[in-house]
C-alpha cells in the first residue's frame, strides 16, 4: 500500500491522537511514527477446528478449560452472534498495524446441542460491545495479566498471575473529556516517538472516548507514556491515561486481549 494512503488512513482513523495534537496538525506525523510492537504470546490451550461427521451439525464440540482466557482467528474477521445461534456479524481480527487481535472471554454458555459458546468483547462501538464465539474454530490462550485504572484515585494496577506487580500514579480524563469507565481490553502495541505527544509507548485500547472529548469519530482510547511528571494524580487528559514514561517500560510485555478494567 502506498505510504500515502497509509498515513492518511492513520490519521483519518485517529487512532490514539490527542485531541490538540490532531486539531495542530501534528496527528499524521504521530501517527507515522508509531510502529507495533510484538509481545510474548501464552500457549494456546486448546486450538479447534470443524471436524465433518464429528457430531450432528458437522462440528466437534471443544469445551474450553475455566479461568481467564482470550481467544484469536486466523481470519481477517471474527464471526460473532448477539446470542448463542442467532444473527451473525464479524469483526475485525486484526488492526491497522495488521496486529492480530485478541479478544478477552467474558461469560461461557453451553446450548441444548451440547455445544460451548464463549462471550467475548468485541471492539467495536459502543463501548463494551460484546458477542458470541462457539468453541470449535478458534484458539485460546491463557490470560495471566489483567490491569485496573481507578479514575477516583487516579491510579493504575496491574496483576500478574494473580500478584500485584505494578501501581503507578496516572492522569486521567479532564472534566470537559472525562475517561469512560467500563471493560475495554489491549487492542495495539504501539513504540512511539520520543518526541511526540504519546511517550515512548503505546497500549491502545479497544474502547473510544466519549462524545465530549472532541477527538476524531474513530478516535481510541490508550494508555500512553508522559514526560511531564505534574500530570501525574490530574484530570488533564483528553480521555487517555498517561503514565509516565520511565514506569511506562514496566508494561511493554503486556499482551495483547490483557483485560483493562477502568472504573470510577
Not at 507515522?32 to 477446528?49: E, T
Not at 459502543?126 to 495471566?144: E, L, Q, Y
Not at 511531564?228 to 498517561?242: E, K, M, T
Amino acid at each position: 500500500m502506498p505510504r500515502r494512503r497509509v498515513l492518511g488512513i492513520l490519521a483519518g482513523l485517529g487512532l490514539f491522537l490527542s485531541p490538540v495534537a490532531f486539531y495542530r496538525g501534528e496527528g499524521t506525523q504521530a501517527a507515522a511514527r508509531m510502529r507495533p510492537v510484538a509481545a510474548p504470546q501464552a500457549a494456546a490451550v486448546f486450538a479447534a477446528d470443524p471436524i465433518a461427521g464429528s457430531g450432528s451439525d458437522g462440528v466437534r464440540s471443544v469445551r474450553a478449560p475455566s479461568g481467564p482466557l482470550v481467544i484469536a482467528t486466523d481470519r481477517a474477521r471474527l464471526t460473532v452472534r448477539d446470542r448463542p445461534g442467532a444473527n451473525v456479524t464479524t469483526v475485525p481480527a486484526r488492526n491497522p498495524w495488521e496486529q492480530p487481535l485478541s479478544f478477552p472471554v467474558i461469560d461461557r454458555k453451553v446450548d441444548p446441542r451440547g455445544r460451548e459458546w464463549l462471550r467475548v468483547l468485541t471492539g467495536i462501538r459502543p463501548n463494551g460491545a460484546s458477542g458470541w464465539v462457539p468453541t470449535d474454530g478458534v484458539r485460546a490462550s491463557a490470560v495471566i495479566d489483567r490491569i485496573v485504572v481507578d479514575l477516583s484515585a487516579r491510579s493504575l494496577r496491574r496483576w500478574h498471575d494473580g500478584r500485584l506487580v505494578d501501581r503507578f500514579a496516572v492522569a486521567v480524563g479532564a472534566a470537559s473529556s472525562p475517561t469512560p469507565a467500563g471493560r475495554f481490553f489491549v487492542w495495539a502495541r504501539l513504540d512511539a516517538s520520543a518526541t511526540g505527544p504519546y511517550g515512548t509507548f503505546v497500549l491502545g485500547l479497544s474502547g473510544f472516548p466519549g462524545q465530549t472529548s472532541g477527538a476524531p469519530g474513530d478516535a481510541r482510547l490508550a494508555i500512553h507514556g508522559t514526560d511531564d511528571p505534574g500530570d501525574l494524580g490530574q484530570a488533564v487528559s483528553h480521555g487517555c491515561v498517561r503514565v509516565l514514561n520511565g514506569q511506562l517500560l514496566h508494561l511493554r510485555d503486556v499482551a495483547m486481549g490483557t483485560l483493562v478494567t477502568i472504573r470510577h
